[in-house]
């Protein structure tokens, strides 16, 4: 019998609603094996800070200590109720980089994946999307802009300024370089790198070492391309990529662009790996927009948990259940509206129904 304690950390705005989807899938692949997966529920995000004071507050560091795995929903508020909290305490600054450096997750999983069966979900033409679109995003998680020295201030001329700092060491890039490298192998063997070597000296120092690993892994294919061209190439000829790697801003704008060539962010889920800790959680944040109208797309939360399984628990045949009663939901014609284009013929249904209907697949394969 294995046993799992995992911190599970729904936050704000959608979170909670698409987090009781990932645990109705969880408690299916609990009953059904020979594991006990203890859940310890911890506040963050916003909704901890009005709770607490903190939006990663000292018991749930405690629980994410403790666990084996976290899993986490959304975090955020909108641009006017962040307002009231102090800036460096908002839940994005305040709790979740915290998170992503005390347990040092460096490479960020992002898959990009739309089956040959679900391309109308995509706003590309069929001719663009071909056999559906399956890339791996890498995005080095706890390094670059995010995590340099912050200033902000008045000049000589008493103008405000604001400064902040780019910074990566080689092995900070190479550990992520090496994972995106393993990642290659055992996919279609193909990297590109997404890099800005023509401007910034954090890329040239990026490619050397890629340029450098590279011959450790002689079956791959290295490819280099400028971020903003990749910007382009992903939506004109999505097809080309398969492992994408890149520093952690080039990676936060492109993987939501990703979202946008699937046709709903709600399609993105996300690992976040660490040396001896992950977590994970869906790419996309709390979407206040839709919080709490039961119509978000549970889909990044419960693939985010068939990665928990497949990446912390190495229980990979359950993971490719769970990806399979998704699908066999979206195939048989359900989804929540995110997904809803004129002129297809989709029925809609709500968070809950979604989950529940991936509930019944999963019980059903
Ligand atoms: P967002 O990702 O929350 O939403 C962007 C758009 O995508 C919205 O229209 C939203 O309704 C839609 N969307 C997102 N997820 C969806 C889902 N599962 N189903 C259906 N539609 C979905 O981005 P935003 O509105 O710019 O940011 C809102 C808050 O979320 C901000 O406070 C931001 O900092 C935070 N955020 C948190 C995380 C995280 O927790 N890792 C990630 C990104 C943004
Ligand atoms: C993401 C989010 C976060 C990021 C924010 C909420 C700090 O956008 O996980 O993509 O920028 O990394
Ligand atoms: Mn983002």
């Not at 460096?88 to 040092?104: N, T, W």
């Not at 391309?119 to 999307?129: Q, V």
């Not at 080689?170 to 990642?183: C, G, M, N, W, Y």
């Not at 280099?224 to 398969?242: E, K, R, Y």
Request: aromatic letters at 8%; a negative charge; charged letters at 25%.
């Amino acid at each position: 019998m294995n046993e799992y304690t995992i911190c599970v950390m729904p936050g704000d705005g959608i979170g909670p609603e698409i987090m009781v989807q990932g645990l109705k899938a969880l408690k299916v692949i609990e009953e059904r094996n020979d594991v006990t997966f203890n859940l310890r529920e911890g506040a963050f995000g916003a909704t901890a800070w009005f709770e607490t004071g903190k939006s990663f507050p000292d018991e749930t560091v405690q629980l994410c200590d403790q666990a084996d795995a976290i899993l986490k929903g959304t975090i955020g508020v909108s641009h006017e109720a962040s307002k009231q909290i102090p800036v460096d305490e908002q839940p994005e600054r305040g709790g979740l980089l915290p998170m992503r450096k005390r347990y040092d997750t460096f490479a960020n999983f992002r898959p990009v994946y739309l089956s040959p069966g679900l391309r109308h979900f995509s706003p590309l033409k069929p001719e663009i999307i071909g056999d559906g679109i399956d890339i791996m995003i890498i995005r080095e998680l706890v390094g670059g802009i995010y995590f340099g020295s912050k200033e902000v201030g008045t000049n000589e001329q008493g103008l405000r300024y604001a400064r902040e700092v780019l910074e990566y060491d080689e092995r900070l890039i190479k550990r992520t370089v090496v994972s995106a490298f393993d990642a290659a192998m055992k996919r279609s063997r193909k990297l590109h790198n997404i890099h800005k070597s023509n401007v910034l000296k954090s890329s040239i120092l990026w490619t050397d070492i890629i340029e450098e690993t590279a011959p450790d892994y002689p079956g791959v294919e290295v490819r280099h391309m400028l971020v903003d061209a990749a910007a382009t190439a992903l939506c004109l000829n999505p097809g080309q990529f398969d492992v994408m790697v890149m520093e952690n801003m080039f990676g936060d704008i492109l993987s939501d662009q990703a979202g946008g060539i699937l046709g709903s962010l709600g399609l993105m889920p996300s690992a976040c790996l660490g040396p001896e800790k992950a977590y994970y959680e869906p790419s996309h944040g709390s979407a206040p927009d839709i919080a709490g109208k039961n119509i978000a797309n549970p889909y990044s939360m419960i693939g985010s948990v068939a990665m928990m399984l497949d990446m912390s628990f190495n229980m990979r045949e359950e993971a490719k259940n769970l990806w399979r009663a998704m699908e066999s939901v979206f195939a048989a014609g359900y989804s929540t509206p995110d997904l809803s284009r004129p002129g297809t013929d989709i029925v809609l249904v709500s968070t809950e129904e979604f989950g529940d209907r991936v509930v019944a697949a999963l019980e059903q394969g």
